[in-house]
Nanobody
Framework: QVQLVESGGGLVQPGGSLRLSCAAS????????MAWYRQAPGKQRELVAG???????NYADSVKGRFTISRDYAKSTMYLQMNSLKPEDTAVYYC?????????????WGQGTQVTVSS
């Protein structure tokens, strides 16, 4: 079975930092594109950052310069380092693994981890 397990969320003050982890199992991690999405209450799910199987990255404009996505192939784990956090970063953050950009069968989601930025 495929499992994506997020960890590292929690409550942090504005300006603080968190590092999210997504541990993947049941997939050939090295050939999957990975991404972090988030969804705040009342808002649509949005792409936060993506990293391809080859390591190329992209970021939402709202997090550029503050967040860094990375992956550890040996550990089959993806990370999201979040710095200079803002209240508007508050959301449930989801891990996504996608084998094909135009095919939904090999597309998987974690259960999410809550990030709350509040003073």
């Amino acid at each position: 079975q495929v499992q994506l397990v997020e960890s590292g969320g929690g409550l942090v003050q504005p300006g603080g930092s968190l590092r999210l982890s997504c541990a993947a199992s049941g997939i050939i991690f090295s050939i999957y594109n990975m991404a972090w999405y988030r969804q705040a209450p009342g808002k649509q799910r949005e792409l936060v950052a993506g990293i391809t199987s080859g390591g190329s990255t992209n970021y939402a404009d709202s997090v550029k310069g503050r967040f860094t996505i990375s992956r550890d192939y040996a550990k089959s784990t993806m990370y999201l380092q979040m710095n200079s956090l803002k209240p508007e970063d508050t959301a449930v953050y989801y891990c996504n693994a996608d084998r094909y950009s135009n095919y939904d069968l090999h597309n998987y989601w974690g259960q999410g981890t809550q990030v709350t930025v509040s003073s």
